[in-house]
């Protein structure tokens, strides 16, 4: 299992817009096999459950997701996207992950 944080990365660049578009668009020039549309549904489906600031995937899921990161042709090159992009590609397992949790100082 690996566990992937959704951290947003300044105003335009939202974790969880940017891989539900990821996951939603097909390679350039290419279309998606029924096979396919059911493997991403899939993860679209725990992404939408998720409330908190991360999501975990089974293997199999991550591995899905690890392909179209490394097949899909991004517009840009900024930084902040280049972050969340680092957070997909390192995922790691749940007990392995710390995310931090705001506390309030009252």
């Not at 969880?16 to 489906?45: A, C, F, H, W």
């Not at 992404?47 to 293997?59: H, I, V």
């Not at 996207?81 to 949790?101: F, M, Q, S, V």
């Amino acid at each position: 299992m690996k566990r992937v944080l959704l951290r947003d990365r300044g105003p335009l660049f939202k974790a969880r817009e940017v891989i539900t578009t990821m996951i939603e668009m097909p390679p350039p020039g290419q279309g998606l096999s029924y096979q396919e549309i059911r493997k991403r549904d899939r993860l679209l489906n725990v992404l939408e459950k998720s409330n908190e600031d991360y999501f975990d995937l089974e293997d199999s899921d991550y591995e899905v997701l690890k392909k179209i990161l490394d097949a899909f042709q991004f517009a840009t090159a900024k930084r902040e996207l280049r972050l969340i992009l680092d957070d997909i590609a390192n995922a790691k397992a749940p007990e392995e992950t710390t995310t931090l949790k705001a506390v309030s100082s009252a």
